[in-house]
T-cell receptor, first 111, second 113 residues
């Protein structure tokens, strides 16, 4: 059945380490997005991609990187430059200019 | 600059009564608005949306009202059920930015049996 999957559900990062969060969709959606949610706050856009091999920075892109080599996949790397990475990360996808649908999320914790 | 704001962090209502969740926005370029519902440790699920050419959209127990002059929208849930207890986010987008969304902070709704 169609949907958006994110893995892992929980991820632990050590100081100075880069970690990559996976997002896959089989909805044939053109656009994909990464958001971060912190306690008591709304979702903030990190990066988004409207087409393969193209992506744009969102509101809080510093310390993160992405790639979009395949339509189905939009992995997010949290680099060591991100000083406060502990958060709930959400991936979403949509057809262009239509409703976004979200994956189940990945919780990133720093050891 | 918080362009979409939900001023009530929480709301508590009795089962069977109406829940009204409010959202204000500052950017007059926003032309499409959505409500999402989110349970803890899960992704948000889409509830209902409204285009700026309308002032009301209804889907079952959920109705969204848009007041463009006041830059205000609200979500009405009637009747409220305990399973509606969740965090509700409003979001807005503008045609010129494609489907990029700006979210409010969320309102925790608790429906008491």
């Amino acid at each position: 059945d169609g949907g958006i999957t994110q893995s892992p559900k929980y991820l632990f990062r050590k100081e100075g380490q880069n970690v990559t969060l996976s997002c896959e969709q089989n909805l044939n959606h053109d656009a994909m997005y990464w958001y971060r949610q912190d306690p008591g706050q709304g979702l903030r856009l990190i990066y988004y991609s409207q087409i393969v091999n193209d992506f744009q920075k969102g509101d809080i892109a510093e310390g993160y990187s992405v790639s979009r080599e395949k339509k189905e996949s939009f992995p997010l790397t949290v680099t060591s430059a991100q000083k406060n990475p502990t958060a709930f990360y959400l991936c979403a996808s949509s057809m262009r200019s239509e409703t976004q649908y979200f994956g189940p999320g990945t919780r990133l914790l720093v050891l | 600059d918080q362009q979409v704001k939900q001023n009530s962090p929480s709301l508590s209502v009795q089962e069977g009564r109406i829940s009204i969740l409010n959202c204000d926005y500052t950017n007059s370029m926003f032309d499409y608005f959505l409500w999402y519902k989110k349970y803890p440790a899960e992704g948000p699920t889409f509830l209902i949306s409204i285009s700026s050419i309308k002032d009301k959209n209804e889907d079952g127990r959920f109705t969204v009202f848009l007041n463009k002059s006041a830059k205000h929208l609200s979500l009405h849930i009637v009747p409220s059920q305990p399973g509606d207890s969740a965090v509700y986010f409003c979001a807005a987008s503008k045609e010129t930015s494609g489907s990029r969304l700006t979210f409010g902070e969320g309102t925790q709704l608790t429906v008491n049996p």
